[in-house]
Every structure is written in C-alpha cells, then in structure tokens.
C-alpha cells in the first residue's frame, strides 16, 4: 500500500473516532431537560458539627455563580428537576505537628470524605461519585490573648474546594 491512502485511512479514522474534549457549557452527566436543581442540606455521619452546612452552602453558591441552573431551596426539593443529594462520611482532625517547647500540637490537618448523587423526578441516577476527600492544613496559636479557633476557616475552605471540584465533574465529566 502506498503511503497516500494509508495517510488518507489513518485521517478519517482519526475524524471519526474525534478527541473526547468537549465544549465547557456541554453537561455531559444531566440531560437538557435540567433547569431547576434541588440541593437539601447534606446528611452529616459525623460527629462534626455544620459541616454540612457548610458543605450544601458552598455547592449552591457554587451551581448558582457558574451554571445556568435554578438552585431551589431546600423546601422546594419536590420542585426540582433534579436533586442534588449529598453526605459528610467522615471528618478527621490529625495532628501534624508539635511544639517540642509545651509538647502541644501547633499544626492540624482536618480530612473529609463525601459521597454525593444526582438525581432525576423519576429517581434514576445521573451522577454520582461516592469517594470524594479534601484535606486541609491549618495553624494554632498557643497565644491565649491572640488565639483563634482556625478549625472552621479551614472546613470554609475544603467546603469552597469540594463545591468546585463537584460542579466540575457534574459539568465537565472529566
């Protein structure tokens, strides 16, 4: 075979089977006929307290400052064309390291797995992803007159980075 048609074959292959890349507004996991979505308050299993609040706030600020989609309240869930459901499965707070002067931990890091599933009206699933986990470092102050409790700046901040990661993975399907 001559190097022309074999070129020629390899191109149309290549036009057929295209890159798998896709535009950004292209929703891959829900299906046009979403525009109102429903995200209740997620299920905490810990023993954490708010973290699901944190957690729900930062997915509908998330859907609602990216997406064309409705965000319902949490009353509204019967309402949505879909639902948003999610859950806290673990919370841990590790200690990284220590002050060798007072033996007390100076630096933490706060771990969260999650599990979220996206609904239809008709219950079937159109995403879900059951392993997601975040970790975050944050400092201690042994100042007593300048200490701050720096342990819910840092479920803010995991809280932000969980919104971001699920709205991709929802919108992109990367």
Known sequence: MSRFPLAALFALICLLTGCGYHSVNSAAHLPKTVHTLAVPTFANHTQSFHTEVSFTNAVIREFA??????????????????????????????PLTYNIQ???SSSYLISVGASVKVLDRDKRVLYENKTYSFRQQYQTTQDLVSFIQEDPAAVQRLSRDFAQALVSDILESF
């Open 65 to 94: 400052s990216r997406t064309p989609y409705k965000v319902l309240a949490t009353d509204q869930q019967d309402e949505g064309d879909a639902v948003l459901e999610g859950a806290i499965n673990s919370f841990q707070v590790i």
């Open 102 to 104: 007072t033996g007390q």
